[in-house]
């Protein structure tokens, strides 16, 4: 590993770039080459309590800036990305891994979410109702609620943070954002830009470090009113627990074992299209993956066929070569996790139809690759066909009819999202309501989930909010009901008192 020269970054804490109190820092490393980018503080809880004092004290005064004021620095901010979105996504392609298109793909989805939250400053709109009473007005408002506190994951290092911190910002809130620790530098970025289109001092602040050290201060902190958390399902349970002793609203984005069914009428080479793009973009690493494809018999054999041959034509290697269709994943842990599902996967009696192993021909070996793998014929009990692998791995479940078809892509504990291909109006009309997820699609994979539309899951993936569109400000607003009595008079509420 190149540690010589390498960069110190630090945490942004009220204005001010600073080292964690404790001195000790991590690295992040490249996930394709094991290069180090740099160190980063390994922030405790003496740096998350500054932080958050630094927020609240930024809250007293943000709350009160005229929303359409705060859009305006959103819209630079957005405009700021879109300075840099080059060289963001050649960062991305490092050091998370991802390739250039994907990359640029992330950094774009952060500059719509911007745009999009720039543009509630002038609506964020409440309700004007009619009074039982005469002369008396009354109407709702969204009030923001105070510090925020934002845990992230590094699939989608700059597009996540901004799902959480443009809506969060847009009603008035202030935030500790704690990355993640596997891709610490984008999100440094991300926060200098915030800064550079001219959020004040104290409004934003990173605290980098570990989930158990600076994520948990952050869960438990008693100034911090609302915790946005995107990560594994058990994380998930774990912050919950947490914040529970505090009352706090917490909002979850958690798994996903998303399915893509297959109809005996679909277009097949679209079907293996969409299928390839979702089980493989991003090296499989995406919330919504499509991680089980769920086949009509009469099309199976013929579907299977077509996804091992662009399975097996994907070139694999660093994000940022333009020719590489599959990255590296992100790190050791994942590797050993993703094969050791594959061992099980043929112990349960799935036929491995392709991959199944690490890639380490030539300068592979440096990085964390593996080979795009389909399994067949799975049963849909096995723990492959129900657990989140998070790799590049997918499972072909063969099923008789649609009824089947939608029992099978049910039957799990996620509700993330869902796809099916057919030509049949009546039978995609019917999956539109029955696949208990909260994103459905109909001729594409499971995933591509624009910013203006609600994001988020049914089940064990989440509980019960969502991110992007109009639906993020209920995570970030309280709602107030105000009456206005202009009558002069005691007017008693409830017309039965009249
Ligand atoms: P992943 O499998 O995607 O790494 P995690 O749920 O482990 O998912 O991590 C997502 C984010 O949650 C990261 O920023 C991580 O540091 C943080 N995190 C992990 N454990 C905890 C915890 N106990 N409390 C708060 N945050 C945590």
């Not at 740099?38 to 630094?54: H, K, L, M």
């Not at 349970?237 to 917490?250: E, G, P, W, Y």
């Not at 019960?464 to 607003?477: W, Y």
Request: hydrophobic share 40%; charged share 25%.
């Amino acid at each position: 590993m190149a540690t010589a020269g390498v960069k110190q970054f630090k945490n942004f804490i009220g204005g001010e770039w600073v080292d964690a109190v404790s001195g000790q820092t991590f690295e992040s490393v490249v996930p394709a080459t094991g290069d180090v980018l740099g160190t980063f503080p390994r922030s405790g809880a003496e740096d998350v309590d500054r932080a958050v004092a630094a927020a609240k004290q930024a809250f007293a005064d943000w709350r009160l800036v005229p929303a359409p004021e705060r859009g305006t620095i959103l819209l630079r901010f957005a405009q700021l990305l879109e300075r840099d979105k080059q060289q963001l996504t050649d960062l991305m392609s490092h050091e998370m891994g991802k390739v250039l298109a994907e990359a640029g793909g992330d950094v774009q989805e952060a500059i719509d979410m911007a745009i999009y939250m720039a543009g509630e400053g002038r609506r964020m709109f409440g309700q004007t109702t009619p009074s039982e009473l005469r002369d008396k007005f009354q109407m709702s408002v969204r009030l923001p609620v105070g510090v925020v506190g934002a845990i992230t994951p590094w699939n989608f290092p700059i597009a996540i943070p901004a799902w959480k911190l443009t809506p969060a910002l847009i009603c008035g809130n202030t935030v500790v954002l704690k990355p993640a620790e596997d891709t610490p530098l984008l999100a440094e970025r991300f926060v200098e830009l915030l800064s550079e289109a001219g959020i004040p001092v104290g409004v934003v602040n990173i605290v980098h470090g570990f989930g158990e050290e600076a994520g948990d201060r952050l869960v438990r902190h008693p100034d911090v009113p609302v915790i946005t958390f995107t990560g594994s399902r058990e994380t998930g349970i774990l912050v919950t627990k947490a914040a529970a002793d505090n009352l706090k609203h917490v909002h979850l984005e958690l798994g996903g074992k998303n399915g893509i069914i297959v109809m005996e009428d679909a277009d097949l080479d679209l079907a293996a299209e969409g299928i390839a793009w979702s089980a493989f973009g991003t090296s499989g690493q995406r919330c919504t993956a499509a991680s089980r494809v769920i086949v009509h018999e009469k099309v199976y054999d013929e579907l299977a066929k077509r996804l091992v041959a662009r399975a097996e034509a994907m070139r694999i290697g660093p994000g940022w070569e333009p020719d590489t269709d599959l990255g590296p994943v992100i790190n050791r842990a994942a590797i050993e996790k993703i094969d050791a599902y594959s061992r099980i996967g043929e112990a349960e009696g799935a036929q491995l139809l392709t991959g199944g192993e690490a890639a380490t021909d030539g300068d592979l070996a440096k990085g964390h690759y593996y080979r795009p793998t389909i399994f067949g014929r799975v049963d849909p009990e096995m723990r492959i066909a129900q657990e989140e692998i998070f790799g590049p791995t997918t499972a072909l479940i063969p099923i008789a009819d649609f009824d089947e078809a939608i029992n099978v892509a049910n039957g799990i504990r996620y509700g993330l999202s869902s796809a099916i291909f057919t030509r049949d109006v009546n039978r995609a009309f019917r999956a539109m309501r029955d696949l208990q997820t909260g994103i459905t699609y109909i001729n594409a994979g499971t995933t591509g989930a624009e910013v203006h539309l609600p994001f988020g899951g049914t089940k064990d993936t989440g509980n019960g909010h969502r991110e992007a569109g109009n639906a993020a400000l209920d995570v970030f607003t309280e709602w107030k009901s105000i009456y206005v009595d202009y009558s002069g008079k005691l007017q008693r509420a409830q017309i039965d008192n009249q």
